[in-house]
């Protein structure tokens, strides 16, 4: 799958994932409440995007997303 097939919501969504996910597990994270809550609807948007209705194999899709945010990521972080 060519990682130019996501639309650019779909993978900054993702990478805000990450980062959300990230955040809560870090050694005593502050306010925990936001984070998870944040986390939550970031996987909802994620989970009923509507691109996941034209995506050939979702599974396999979804596993691609989450390797180019955390690439496109790390890309940032550089």
Request: glycine share 2%.
């Amino acid at each position: 799958m060519d990682a130019t097939d996501f639309p650019d919501d779909l993978v900054q969504t993702q990478a805000a994932w990450n980062a959300t996910y990230d955040a809560l597990a870090a050694p005593r994270p502050r306010d925990t409440t936001a984070l998870r809550r944040r986390l939550l609807r970031l996987s909802v948007r994620l989970w009923w995007h509507p691109y996941w209705e034209t995506a050939p194999s979702v599974p396999a899709a979804r596993s691609e997303l989450r390797h180019l945010a955390r690439t496109h990521g790390a890309v940032r972080a550089a």
